[in-house]
């Protein structure tokens, strides 16, 4: 672990990845790595999709607790916040990808549309992803010819599949410059709250980003803005020993107070009765 005033851990993708292959893997949790059952909250640098067969404990997303059931689906971007609690043999697979693996994807709609991180499933939908993690994992293993497109081409038909499942908002698709805000604020939140300057940013006016982000999500932009500087805050307040005032300054607010106030209206709960109870419900360890 790092000092107490360092931020949450970021992971990298650290498995082995052949040659010509651009960031992917997939394989069983032990296969991808220890990290995949890391029991200290931490986020990553690409996407993930946990496939988990059999376990037992809580699966905790941006500090949402998720109950281990099997044949549940965990989608997690780069940034989010999660970790393991009370888990006892957690089998599975795991799916790593950086969104330049997918094909035509940059600066498009998301490969995670929305509707939460966890998807159970059911009868003959367990079988339909089953197989496709099957297909995909003897293409990776295989690493015959064409296989980077084949694998990119399974991933596609997973991620459209388990979109359908989901039922996320079908009549309103994510457009490529709401997903492009949704990007610039999880990346520059904490220098730019302007709707305004991401408006500019992403080459549209205000009210017409208004309109394309309240379509795609049910919020405006600046609700948007402000959850993410929310979320930020909690990570902040559950893994480090920075005082309130100094996350305060961290996300740039000038007076603590107002930080607090904001904190509050955005979450029900004050920056300190937040850290004691989530330090409390999860035993999550402070960063040395």
């Known amino acids: 672990m790092g000092r107490s005033d360092e931020p949450l851990p970021l992971h990298e993708i650290e498995v082995p990845v052949?040659?010509?292959?651009?960031?992917?893997?997939?394989?069983?949790?032990?296969?991808?790595?220890?990290?995949?059952?890391?029991r200290f909250p931490?986020?990553?640098?690409?996407?993930?999709?946990?496939?988990?067969?059999?376990?037992?404990?809580?699966?905790?997303?941006?500090?949402?607790?998720?109950?281990?059931?099997p044949n549940t689906l965990y989608f997690l971007a780069p940034g989010q916040v999660h970790f393991w609690k009370d888990t006892e043999q957690v089998r599975g697979r795991v799916l790593v990808f950086a969104e330049e693996?997918?094909?035509?994807?940059?600066?498009?709609?998301?490969?995670?549309?929305?509707?939460?991180p966890e998807l159970r499933l059911t009868g003959d939908h367990t079988g339909l992803v089953e197989g496709i993690f099957d297909d995909m994992a003897r293409e990776y293993r295989a690493r015959a010819s064409g296989y980077a497109t084949m694998l990119q081409a399974y991933l596609h038909i997973l991620?459209?599949?388990?979109?359908?499942?989901?039922?996320?908002?079908?009549?309103?698709?994510?457009?490529?410059?709401?997903?492009q805000f949704i990007r610039l604020v999880d990346k520059h939140v904490l220098a730019e709250?302007?709707?305004?300057?991401?408006?500019?940013?992403?080459?549209v006016t205000a009210g017409h980003l208004t309109d394309l982000v309240r379509a795609?999500?049910?919020?405006?932009?600046?609700?948007?803005?402000?959850?993410?500087?929310?979320?930020?805050?909690?990570?902040?307040?559950?893994?480090?020993?920075l005082?309130?005032?100094?996350?305060?300054?961290?996300?740039?607010?000038?007076?603590?107070?107002?930080?607090?106030?904001?904190?509050?209206?955005?979450?029900?709960?004050?920056?300190?009765?937040?850290?004691?109870?989530?330090?409390?419900?999860?035993q999550i360890a402070r960063e040395r």
């Open 42 to 69: 931490h986020r990553h640098d690409f996407y993930e999709i946990l496939y988990l067969t059999g376990g037992d404990g809580v699966h905790v997303v941006d500090f949402e607790p998720y109950p281990i059931v």
């Open 216 to 241: 795609a999500t049910g919020r405006t932009p600046g609700a948007v803005i402000r959850a993410a500087l929310a979320l930020e805050a909690k990570r902040l307040l559950a893994r480090t020993e």
């Open 101 to 116: 693996f997918l094909l035509d994807r940059p600066g498009g709609p998301p490969p995670f549309p929305g509707g939460g």
């Open 193 to 203: 709250r302007s709707v305004t300057a991401y408006a500019e940013r992403v080459g």
């Open 18 to 38: 052949p040659s010509g292959l651009s960031p992917f893997a997939i394989g069983t949790f032990d296969e991808i790595g220890a990290f995949t059952r890391a």
């Open 243 to 282: 005082s309130v005032a100094q996350i305060a300054h961290r996300l740039a607010f000038d007076d603590p107070s107002y930080f607090g106030r904001f904190f509050k209206r955005e979450t029900g709960t004050s920056p300190g009765d937040f850290r004691r109870e989530v330090r409390e419900k999860y």
């Open 159 to 179: 991620l459209v599949r388990t979109q359908r499942l989901r039922q996320v908002r079908p009549e309103a698709p994510m457009s490529s410059t709401a997903w």
